[in-house]
């Protein structure tokens, strides 16, 4: 738009500033023309003012969507795309707009911010009194932008082809990389080094371009100029770079390839309107990078589709396609906790208490104003073949912002942020899994695969943060993110003889961040196989009707009512009754409406409640043999009563959502904290009886019998002999389950029949 202009030494107008108020004030009548079109390029004249009219006479019309006051303060205003081509009169005096928004984005945006920046100069005119301190005032209004919105259609990254480009369209995705702001510029003055003549030169796509020669009269410079950045003429602005990537489902067309990313270019007031993480709509025109390859042999030139941003959507805290009617009837249901626990992962069948443990991890508690977390961390560990997987990523779906990764492909960078080198030497912050889960979920499953990671959780499970400090950066990024992992024991199966942080080889600070560890252990029920048989091949041989959902038996809902079953019997299914799952789409738009504007307080039953149930636990604190607890359990009993109540969408969570949460508390606590079955959540472990003291019992009489003896060798009959000396002459049983324990152990090896080598000292 900008061409070569000189202004020659000697003219009658000395003062560059004084020229420049001078051409801004007598262009056509428009007092900031120059801010918008450049006078000596614009040809048709006649149909640029026509359309400034046109939206000027739209503004005056609809002036209550445009409040002037809060346009002068911001410097920008938004036009609606649908409200504007409705627009019968517009349309009519503009009679190829729809058509040239697309095509010719830029005219389009200067016409309208020009008329803006009339009309707000005609509402500032009769604010002041003095005409001469008027005009010195106003001429020199910064430049007014016009963001569009609603621009449809929203294209797929993957879907933009060079044939889209200079026109106006809208992507929808992931921010995951923002490079430090730079300065750049639009049109520089230059000034000659030998008759200090000025310049201006066009600066296209903000790449540095100096003059040819000098224009003045009798000069032959050709190289020597000094570019002017503080004059006038040089038209600077603020420019930043982001990285977004492609919003992925779960279809297997999008699995299985790497997502597409779209560089984007922010410049004026659309700077710092993101963070990694954050999910943006941005509209703006497709536009072309040139890169010339350094490779002698392939002299070529390739160009690189960047889009240059007209207005940025910040949709973390934003619902789209919510479908309040489908809300208000799932609400309805009468047995919904019920309703939802079975809809979470229909094709895993029992672990009921596990599922609704994770629907409370994913609806999560109540933000406070002290800043503390409000997300539930939830961990399972257990054999293998136990639907773990399966769970976490039913969850994935579910859930309405979510990443899902695995603990044996993921990196440190991969899951916090990583720091990458820009060509200008400067740094820029990429976003991990984690910090793009903000304000969700994360999903690491394989838990037990990344335990030289381990210690980048701590901070953000307790924190909700990320601090990076590499290269000379020192920054802190949000990870307000819910952490459910899943994970297979060291040597393949659950050794109830180990704790928790011996079988998962996890630390003790980050094992108390979760606030329920489910324990599953595949034991031999004779019962349970049978329904779990008919299931899975009731599963595969007959199609599940998802048309309509929370329909069950009577007899089944009479006894759902009843709060004085155990919560883990009212979520059972009783044989022969059939239940309609929610499809997960529902579940997720239902689990982020609660999210989004349900926030439950506890009354004063809950937090009795709440309070016996944790000076329970803190009463066997004093024993030595007790489990470890913290105020960090009372804190997450909190959150998750709060989840509970919000699950129901109320205000309030009562007593029976405390009593739920205790019962599911302890369920998790059974097997995490305990030695055998008797020994209920927090209670004394039995010396003498209990297994694991047993086993270390029978370890050192073991070691003192081969160190005594010598031989490492022995029949069952001298295994027993030892047995009986602990007083276990008349246990069959917990000999037989010493004996199996010592050999998957691999400190008993079986050498034949009956015959045991101790191969490895206590």
Known sequence: MYGYKKYRKGSKVQNVTEIYNYKVKSCYGYSGFQLYFNSEGSNNIEKLVSNTETFASYIYKNITLFPIMKIKEKQNFHVDLKLLLNDTEFNREWDNFSAEIIDNTEYCLSCMGLAMHQVVLKDQQRNYNDKDVEQNTYSLFPKIFCRVLNNDPILQIRKLKVNLYGKLISVRGTVI??????????????????????????????NYTMPIKCLSTGCRQLKLFNPLLSSPYSRKFNRQIIKLQELLGYSEDQIARIPRTLECELSDDLIDQCTPGDDVLITGVLKVHNIEEANALRQSTMYLLYLDCISIINEKKKLDGISYYAIQKIHAEPNLFRLLVHSLCPTIYGLEMVKAGLLLGLFGGTQNSRNSRSNSHILMIGDPGLGKSQMLQSCCNVSPRGVYVCGNTSTASGLTAMLTRENGGDFALEAGALVLADQGCCFIDEFDKMSQHHSYLLELMEQQSISIAKAGVRCTLPAKTSVLAAGNPAGGHYNKAKCVAENLKISAPLLSRFDLIFILMDKPNEQLDMKLSEHVLAFHSKKRNNSSFGSSNASTQSTYQNESTPLSERLKVNNGESIDHLPHFLMRQYIAYARKYVHPKLSKDAQTVLKEFYLELRKQHSNPDSMFVTCRQLQSLVRL??????????????????????????????????????????????????????????????????????????????????????????????????????????????????IYQYSCAL
């Not at 430090?180 to 796509?205: D, I, R, Y």
């Open 177 to 206: 990389k923002r490079c430090p702001l730079e300065m750049s510029a639009k049109t520089l003055a230059f000034s000659c080094a030998t008759c200090l003549g000025t310049q201006v030169v066009e600066q296209l796509n903000g």
């Open 641 to 754: 009563t709060e989840a509970r109540a919000k699950l129901e969408l109320r205000e309030l969570a009562t007593s029976d959502d405390a009593n739920d949460v205790v019962e599911i508390t302890r369920f998790s606590l059974l097997d995490t904290f305990s030695e055998d079955g008797e020994i209920l959540t927090g209670t004394q472990r039995k010396p003498n009886t209990s297994k694991q003291t047993l086993l270390k019992g029978y370890l050192e009489n073991l070691q003192r019998k081969v160190e005594i003896t010598g031989k490492t060798c022995f029949d069952t009959d001298g295994l027993k002999l030892i047995a009986n000396q602990m007083g276990l002459q008349n246990n069959k049983d917990m000999f037989d389950y010493i004996l199996s324990t010592l050999n998957v152990q691999g400190y008993l090896l079986k050498k034949g029949a009956g």
